[in-house]
Structures are given as structure tokens and as C-alpha cells.
């Protein structure tokens, strides 16, 4: 079946612009995370999703950073007034649920975002 | 807070070596132990877990064993591949309650043949 699809895949943007990153889950998967992979930070949480609520957004960076996901599929990343800092691959992974601590988690692509 | 630490790479191998990549992790509670690989170009590809202690995880020649008393989840393959570089990473699933991971910083694995 379809695994977690993202896009764009890549994403030059000027200083100062918003961008909007997607996320479309694998169908039927309630939990939804974004992370953010950069060059010296590793990989890093920044937001769970339950459904369409957010009971954990302790790891976006400022509040330049938001996420929304509607229908329990389909989440959105939007970052305001991009910084050269926010250059990095956003990946978004989902699972079945999160009640377990057993459910493995399935990555998608990333986009890779360049702030210039 | 929940941690994960993983050695530092790049490790390079000649084709059939054996293979150990350490991960130690610190928790409070029992987290789910992971070993991911990313292969140049793609996407994050879940290799191996193993959700409670003295679990062996294994896949693809790979095993790791979740070692509670010396909390580590090191990674081996007895004879790896050229196929087989890529950047590997240690992760932990938090259990206070969203299950996000904690992901260590990952080893770039590179076999020559």
C-alpha cells in the first residue's frame, strides 16, 4: 500500500517568506509526527498529532512554527517569515496509533527546505 | 530528559567485516528500542526493533539486542555488503505519553568493496 507521501520534495525559499510543508499519513493511521533533521541538530520532534489535536507541540522551535491536520489525515507545517536557520529536512512519520508504545512509526520522503 | 547516544561515524569497512554500531540510551520507564537506516537519497527505513528488555531484534543479516542492565541497543551484522552504507541511527520511543522518538545522531556506515 502507499506509504507517507510529503511535498514538495524540495523548497528554495527567500528570508522573510512563509512556506507550507504536507504531510499525507498512511491511510488509516491516527498518529501523526513531524520532525526536523539538520546538520548538527540531528533529528528532532516537533510536533504529535492525535487525530486533529496537538497534545505535544514542545518541540517547535518558535512560534514562527505551526502545524494543523484536518480530517485525522492530512497535516500541514507552516513556517513563517523563514530564517536561513530553518534550512533542513523536514520528515513527517505516522503510526497506527499511539497508545502502545509499540507502534512503529513509517517516515516519509522529507522536503528539504533551503532558506536563502 | 530521554536520551539516546550513538557512536560516532563515519565508520569504514571492507566487505564482509563484521559490524558494531553502539547505542546507549538513558529512560525513565522501559522505552521501545529502533534502529533505522536512511540509504543515500531516501527516506528514514525502519530496520529492527525490540519493545522490552533482553527482546533480540533482527532483519537483513542486522540483529540488536535490548540490554536493560547496561541499558544499550548495540548494532551488528556479521558480514556486511557495499548495499549496506548508509547512515544508521539508534532511536528510543518516549513513553510519557506521545511516544515521539529520540533519535541519536547517527553513524554513516561506509563499505568498500
Known amino acids: 500500500g502507499a506509504g507517507v507521501s510529503q511535498s514538495p520534495s524540495n523548497k528554495v525559499t527567500e528570508k522573510g517568506k512563509d512556506v507550507e510543508l504536507r504531510c499525507d499519513p498512511i491511510?488509516?493511521?491516527?498518529?501523526l509526527y513531524w520532525y526536523r533533521q539538520s546538520l548538527g541538530q540531528g533529528l528532532e520532534f516537533l510536533i504529535y498529532?492525535?487525530?486533529?489535536?496537538?497534545?505535544?507541540k514542545s518541540g517547535l522551535p518558535s512560534d514562527r512554527f505551526s502545524a494543523e491536520r484536518t480530517g485525522g489525515s492530512v497535516s500541514t507545517l507552516t513556517i513563517q517569515r523563514t530564517q536561513q536557520e530553518d534550512s533542513a529536512v523536514y520528515l513527517c512519520?505516522?503510526?497506527?496509533?499511539?497508545?502502545?508504545?509499540?507502534?512503529?512509526?513509517?517516515f516519509g520522503p522529507g522536503t528539504r527546505l533551503t532558506v536563502l | 530528559g530521554d536520551s539516546v547516544t550513538q557512536m560516532e561515524g563515519p565508520v569504514t569497512l571492507s566487505e564482509e567485516a563484521f559490524l558494531t554500531i553502539n547505542c546507549t540510551y538513558t529512560a525513565t520507564g522501559y522505552p521501545s528500542l529502533f534502529w533505522y537506516v536512511q540509504y543515500p537519497g531516501e527516506g528514514l527505513q525502519l530496520l529492527l526493533k525490540a519493545t522490552k528488555a533482553d527482546d533480540k531484534g533482527s532483519n537483513k543479516g542486522f540483529e540488536a539486542t535490548y540490554r536493560k542492565e547496561t541499558t544499550s541497543f548495540h548494532l551488528e551484522k556479521g558480514s556486511v555488503q557495499v548495499s549496506d552504507s548508509a547512515v544508521y541511527f539508534c532511536a528510543l520511543s518516549d513513553r510519557s505519553g506521545t511516544y515521539k522518538y529520540i533519535f541519536g545522531t547517527g553513524t554513516r556506515l561506509k563499505v568498500l568493496a
Open positions: 498529532f492525535q487525530g486533529n489535536s496537538a497534545p505535544d
Open positions: 491511510s488509516g493511521h491516527t498518529a
Open positions: 512519520a505516522s503510526s497506527l496509533t499511539s497508545g502502545g508504545n509499540t507502534d512503529t512509526q513509517y
